[in-house]
């Protein structure tokens, strides 16, 4: 392409707002490894990583991306990218070893040396208080499914906004907290493995009560305040055929609201199934005003809708129960694209879910995109490279969607690849490679993927040039 042409297209852009953040999003288990350095407590994931059966090939988060040692690299790689924002999550264990008491003082400096480092190259820190690695002491004391959890989860967040209270950050206080409470609760593929419909549903107040109880705290600690939100996983649902609407709005319930909705209508949705509820005598007074506490923004982490056709045979669901939800199936409709887990691919479902929220919310609440991307099989050329150009077209087809939700009015202020390095996949171990950067486990060598390069350049531009390729085919 040639320079002319390039001018010409941008003039054509989709450009973003101003100041509109670019970044990738992290998670400390997944990536940092050094899991007994620095007086790091054990922690839920530890656990379960190394219990047998768990996780594929009995991969662990170990080693993962070895970022608690490389992880001025890998600001470098963020610099280089030009990405003006880094979504990480604080290892509860590495900051509170047992999940109460006093911190751990070495826990906290590594942190403290990474939003520095980030503020050095002018990049904002997203921090996310919890991604999934609990205390093993505290789920040993009983998990989220006891309310002393949320309340130690409220003095962990004070702890770390003390310590990193300066530092310019958006601050999540939970991320995905239904795949806590269904995956780690009700079916059990995640940390800590139970399988318990009444535990999961007891976490999912819990988690909720955690939340609200940490933006106090936030509140109370942060200069000004804060700004302070959640990152929710969301799956517009869709119906197949008028006999699917029910089952739709039940799916819609448990996948969606049983979140969303106690956060910012303080109610939980009456539409889901009693098992998924929290029981009455669980929600103390004053519990869903906590809960419900205004929010600075939302997180919005998109991957999937999900698809609900009934079964004509069986007069219930098709597909076999998927573990993502409490009534999520997996039927999809054969025709979609499917990344290297078979999730289904539509960028349509992320316009729909950030104007479906944005109406809800009345365009009072600033959203982000804090996950999206896509998983590969990803492998390295003959000249070293990764051409993932499917991962690119992802991004791209992505990307229009939140450029279109803004014309629609939706404040989205900025977009959070789903991830930076090819890192620990959870149960899925590393077989599964979301990363724009490829990870070589054995080495830790990193190699930039040419999504990396398309995504560098739609960032450095603040734009989707009109043919969509930002550079793509000469990357
Ligand atoms: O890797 C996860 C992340 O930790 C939470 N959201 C979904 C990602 C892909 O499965």
């Not at 103390?284 to 919005?300: K, Q, R, T």
């Not at 990344?339 to 104007?355: F, H, K, M, Q, R």
């Not at 803004?406 to 996949?425: C, I, M, Q, S």
């Amino acid at each position: 392409m040639t320079t002319t042409g390039r001018v010409g297209a941008a003039a054509r852009a989709r450009t973003f707002p101003a100041g509109f953040l670019w970044g990738a999003a992290t998670a400390a288990y997944q990536i940092e490894g050094a899991v007994k350095e620095d007086g790091r407590g054990r922690s839920i994931w530890d656990t379960f990583s190394h219990t047998r059966g768990k996780v594929a090939h009995g991969d662990t988060g170990d080693v993962a991306c070895d970022f608690y040692h490389r992880w001025e690299d890998d600001l470098e790689l963020l610099s280089s990218l030009h990405l003006n924002a880094f979504r990480l999550s604080i290892a509860w264990p590495r900051v509170q070893p047992q999940g109460r008491g006093a911190p751990n003082q070495r826990g906290i400096d590594f942190y403290r040396k990474l939003v520095d480092g980030l503020r050095r190259r002018g990049i904002k820190p997203a921090i996310t208080l919890y991604h999934w690695d609990l205390p093993q002491a505290l789920e040993d004391a009983g998990g989220w499914p006891k309310r002393e959890t949320a309340e130690r989860f409220a003095e962990f967040a004070q702890i770390v906004a003390t310590s990193l209270g300066d530092s310019d950050a958006m601050w999540m206080t939970l991320n995905e907290p239904i795949q806590v409470a269904h995956q780690g609760y009700r079916v059990g593929t995640h940390a800590p493995g139970q399988r318990d419909d009444a535990l999961a549903a007891a976490a999912t107040h819990h988690l909720l009560l955690g939340h609200g109880l940490a933006l106090r705290a936030l509140r109370d600690t942060l200069p000004d305040g804060g700004n302070v939100g959640i990152a929710i996983d969301f799956h517009p649902v869709r119906a197949i055929g008028d006999n699917a609407r029910e089952a739709a709005a039940i799916a819609d319930a448990e996948q969606n609201r049983l979140f969303f909705e106690p956060i910012v209508h303080g109610t939980y949705p009456r539409a889901a199934r009693a098992q998924i509820l929290p029981p009455a005598h669980l929600i103390a007074e004053g519990d869903m005003e906590l809960i419900s506490a205004p929010i600075d923004f939302l997180g919005v982490n998109y991957y999937n809708p999900h698809y609900v056709k009934i079964d004509e045979d069986q007069g219930r669901p098709a597909g076999k129960p998927a573990k993502v939800g409490p009534s999520a199936t997996d039927y999809t409709p054969p025709e979609l694209p499917r990344n290297a887990l078979g999730w289904p691919i539509e960028p349509s479902g992320l316009l729909d879910a950030l104007v479906a929220i944005n109406e809800e919310t009345r365009s009072e609440l600033p959203l982000y995109v804090t996950e999206n991307g896509c998983a590969l099989t990803d492998e390295v050329d003959s000249q070293g490279e990764i051409d993932d150009a499917e991962r690119s077209g992802y991004l791209r087809d992505h990307l229009d969607m939140v450029h279109r939700a803004l014309k629609r009015g939706a404040p989205v202020h900025g977009y959070f690849v789903w991830t930076l390095l090819d890192n620990f996949e959870w149960a899925l171990g590393y077989d599964a490679r979301f990363g724009i950067v490829y990870v070589d486990f054995e080495s830790q060598r990193r190699i930039p993927k040419r999504s990396a390069s398309f995504y560098r350049q739609v960032a450095q531009a603040n734009a989707l040039e009109s043919d969509g390729e930002n550079g793509l085919r000469q990357a």
